[in-house]
């Protein structure tokens, strides 16, 4: 007989639960068609519970999170968080990550609010250590990452068959390998599904925008006289897209002036830097003359809050009973999704150009001033330069122009993924088993760029003596007016400037695996259960290949592309032999109800596909133990060596120029010119001489920066301990549990790069021509900015180190109580968080910043996402019969601007950039922001409290229908500004739109039927 006990109804014994509808729900029985031994809505995960719940249980394979052993008496060491099923029923989430952000203590990575930045898959950011550093797996198995950084798209996971989601957070390593070191996300399915399940969700704001529809059909059942059971799941998903045009969000206000404005530079009517006291001037609204520059661009509106998606996907499982104790088992994933990023329209980024004096759409007025920009002499000097190319014109020494004729830039990702598991799991003993599998999984991405400007088209269209037809007429050039007022590019000559890009990415994983696991049949003699223990076996191919076309590798052809994208492919193999042993010492002795001793180790050979073969090895270990002296008190702790080789990108991704976050340039305005010191630097970094005192400011926020990948690398070190207590009562208190655990996870050898503030203070803080860290600085040649073509420009250099440091602590709470009231039935459920701290520091001589409550374009080692002190979600829930009232309540602490931090100085901020924005809010030219004349502080966030209500019926058994209010109460998200107070991903519309909500009041319905 195979080894497999009966499945408890969520975390088995692993853990307490987070974010639990009340147990009340047990009561339904399954209708007609279900597995009679499934219950119809899986309840909280306290371990006592559990063990009361053993009843309503159905045979399965046992699936523990933190251990690969398969015991039903196991007890974890590890503190393992649970979203059940019918909270994810509540939730109506469009996809995994969506549900998963809301944990507290977790960080938003990239989902469906993340914009600009998005690179079209969605991810979680477990404790805010990075995405990278996070393993996603699906029934305790790795499925194929999308991209190169080797996270896994969460649109992959089939949501209508997750029966509930293991959050484990701390070192796993020696479990599962690298990736691990911040934690695992564990999505586990319906394993043994009868009959048909029907599913349909709609969301909709209440302003009548970002429209959801998700749609799901499983269907599944016993065959063979029930020696096997086969699952087959449908689903499709369409997301509307939500703009930034909320009043709020309509203009972007400067975190720094609280003006609403928009890009310092690339603006619209055309802007050109001549350099020296005439820096940056711009035609005025009729195109009649250049005046001094005036207006930024406002880029908001065409901006979206969230993205649109489009999901097909398919999952189909099997399981056969060939023999006794032989059973093969196989299961399938196809998704296939669309994402799309839209950002602002294209345009001209500082190019350096050439216009002839008598091009048709150049008037004398503006020939002559641009002629004394120049320093070029009136007359025949200046008109005598009508020549018919590029390099007998007028120099227009860097050009910015919105070019809002060619619409928004559209980035459009189409992922399909494949991913197929198949094994067999064979009886060794009456205890034991082996189970041998192997999988495939492939993940293709198409990336389509379109919306963006073909520069060199532009410089092609700019020579020309008639408004038909350029001097050099190749593609059926059309000549552009670059001189005129917003929307004079005609239909033509957008069709002739207008080009799109495309990527194509693909990502294969190939594994096999062998783990012989169960119990060695004796126990120790003053213990009931027996010695369980796991070895084994595995490995793993990784490959990746990036195919970009031409326009795509070439950094000056797409306008506002944010530099190159270069071909590349890399890969690596690793084998790896495990052993975990758990070992209970003492049970039913007097303050020794229970005890339990857990150790494992893993060793890792790696093999990386480069140049001399170089490969590294790895070990990772764990000890572990809990003890229960009395029945309803336990005590837990774990320790963990873990690791994280580096990733693909990590290793072989190449160097190129593109973009980061920066608000303030030292060498910006006025400063240069009393400072003789700073003064050099500036020059020294390639400032032009005429440039000191008119030196820009990061255009957008965003200077470049020059990084990549580094194939020298080795892996990551990590230290992880847990120490906690589970509390329940159930002899004095029936129906109350809690638990409180301290986590600390300290991370040497990071890989990292520098962040924008330390390659600025690294320089800045030890002012010095000769300084290297300054020397590495590369600035525009013609505004002496650290913006302009990344195809000569580098700006700031962050290359990719083992020299980082990384380190969290803080304590998790949970709390679960239900009991009778009557008629009706309570349950209140809570699931807080403290971060003590996040310290991230990029390299020795970098700040080693605590970000905790703090935000900044510096504060976080990927994403730049909040993490705050306090956070929490408390949902109470009435039951009446087939009714239930459930309100959700979620709190996110205070949040600070990291200049106010006590150690400002050492954090590279001075007293004069210490502080953003306190005031009354203004308009700037023709700028209407509803939120001037109103005062703000952008450098304090208060704490946050939002309020989700939903009710759920269930009607004959069969159907359920749930109805729900998201953000009840209309909150508001804070205003801080945008772009600069944080990383361009974090901080859009002025807000924070992943951590606060930016959609208002948004209503939800939902109704399944069961057969």
Known sequence: MRFKNKLLTTSLLVGTSMLATPAFAQAQQPVAGEDANQPAVTTQADPQVQEDQANVSTESEIVVTGTLIRNPNLVSSSPVNVVNES?????????????????????????SQVNNGSNGTNSVDLRGLGTQRNLVLLDGNRIVPTLANGVVDLNVIPVALISRVDVLTGGASTTYGADAVSGVVNFITNRSFSGIDARAAYKVTEQGDGQSHRVDLTMGGNFADDRGNAVLSFGYTKVEPVYQTRPFALF???????????????????????????????????????????????????????????????????????????????????????????????????????????????????????????????????????????????????????????????????????????????????????????????????????????????????????????????????????????????????????????????????????????????????????????????????????????????????????????????????????????????????????????????????????????????????????????????????????????????????????LTSLSVDPCAGAAPTTNATLRDVCLAQGAPLGSIGNIPNPVAGQPNATGGGNPLLSPEKAKTFTVGAVVTPRNFLPGFSASLDYYNIKITDAITSPTPGDAIGACFNALSATNPACLSIRRNPVSGGLSGPTGTVRGLLLTTQNTGRLETSGFDLTVNYDRDLGPARLGLNFAGNYTKDLKFQSQPAGVNRDCVGFFSPNCGPSLGQLQPKYSFTQRTSLGFGAATLSLLWRHIGKMTYEGLADDYVARGFTAANRYLFVGTVTNQGPARSALAGNSYDFNRIDAYNYFDLNAQFDIERRFQFTIGVQNLFDKQPPIIGSPGTGTTSANSGNTFPSTYDPLGRSYSASVRVKF
């Open 87 to 111: 909270e994810i029923t509540l939730r109506a989430p469009n996809n995994a990550e969506e549900l998963i952000r809301r944990i507290p203590g977790v960080s938003p990575g990239i989902g």
């Open 252 to 658: 972007g206000i400067s975190p720094t002036t609280g003006r609403a404005s928009g890009s310092s530079a690339t603006t619209t009517p055309t802007n050109i830097n001549f350099g020296g006291a005439t820096s940056y001037q711009q035609l005025n609204p009729g195109a009649t003359a250049f005046v001094p520059y005036y207006e930024g661009f406002n880029f908001n509106p065409y901006n979206i809050f969230q993205t649109p998606l489009e999901r097909k996907s398919a999952y189909g499982a099997v399981t056969y009973d060939v023999a006794d104790g032989i059973e093969a088992y196989a299961r399938g994933i196809f998704s296939q999704n669309e994402i799309s990023s839209i950002i602002a329209p294209s345009g001209i980024f500082g190019n350096p150009l050439v216009v002839n004096a008598d091009n048709p759409y150049l008037t004398p007025a503006l020939r002559d001033q641009i002629c004394t920009f120049n320093g070029i002499a009136l007359g025949a000097t200046c008109t005598g330069r009508t020549g018919s190319t590029a390099t007998t014109g007028l120099p227009l020494p860097a050009v910015y122009r919105r070019l809002v004729e060619l619409g928004p830039r559209i980035g459009n990702y189409k992922n399909t993924v494949y991913d197929a598991r198949a094994g067999v799991l064979l009886d060794v003993t009456a205890s034991t088993n082996l189970d041998l599998s192997v999988s495939y999984g492939k993940s293709e991405q198409i990336n389509t760029n379109s919306g963006y400007v073909l520069n060199s088209r532009v410089q092609q269209a700019l020579i020309a003596t008639n408004t038909t037809t350029c001097t050099t007429n190749t593609f059926n050039c059309v000549p552009l007016n670059l001189f005129g007022v917003t929307g004079s590019i005609t239909p033509a000559q957008v069709a002739f400037l207008q080009g799109e890009a495309t990527i194509a990415i693909t990502t294969q994983l190939q594994q096999a695996r062998a783990l012989y696991s169960g119990d060695i049949g004796f126990s120790a003699p003053w213990a009931s259960n027996p010695v369980s223990f796991a070895l084994g076996g595995e490995y793993r191919r990784y490959t990746y290949d990036r195919n970009p076309d031409a326009r795509s590798q070439d950094p000056s052809e797409l306008g506002g592309a944010g530099g190159a994208t270069l071909p590349f492919t890399g890969g690596f193999n690793v084998k790896e032999a495990f052993a975990e042993l758990i070992a209970p010492i003492a049970s039913d002795r007097p303050f020794f109800d229970e005890l339990t001793l857990e150790a494992g180790i893993r060793y890792s050979d790696y093999s990386i596909d480069a140049v001399g073969d170089p490969s590294f090895d790895t070990t990772t270990y764990k000890f572990g133990g809990t003890w229960q002296p009395v029945e309803g008190f336990r005590l837990r702790g774990n320790y963990q060596r873990a690791v994280r080789a580096p990733n693909i990108g990590e290793l072989f991704a190449p160097v190129v120029t593109g």
